[in-house]
């Protein structure tokens, strides 16, 4: 009876020890993952709108148009 309570302990600690090394997987596939993002330098950005025309309507226009 002590040879099976030693054996479900045992393989309750592997499974607990299987669990964390998962778990450690996971983070270094997320920290791999960011790393490899983060490397790479960042595109440069141009606005597709540089010079949008301002409205010539003023707010008060604006509501009486709404009607």
């Known amino acids: 009876m002590g ?4 054996s479900d302990r045992m393989q309750r600690e592997l499974n607990r020890a299987m669990d964390a090394l998962r778990a450690d997987l996971d983070r270094v596939e ?5 790393l490899s993002v983060f490397s790479s330098p960042v595109p440069e950005y141009e606005p597709s709108f540089l010079h949008m025309r301002r409205s010539q309507l ?8 709404a009607d």
Do not use: K, P, R
């Open 58 to 65: 003023a707010s008060h226009q604006l509501n009486e148009s």
């Open 30 to 34: 997320l920290l791999t993952a960011a």
């Open 3 to 6: 040879t099976d309570n030693a």
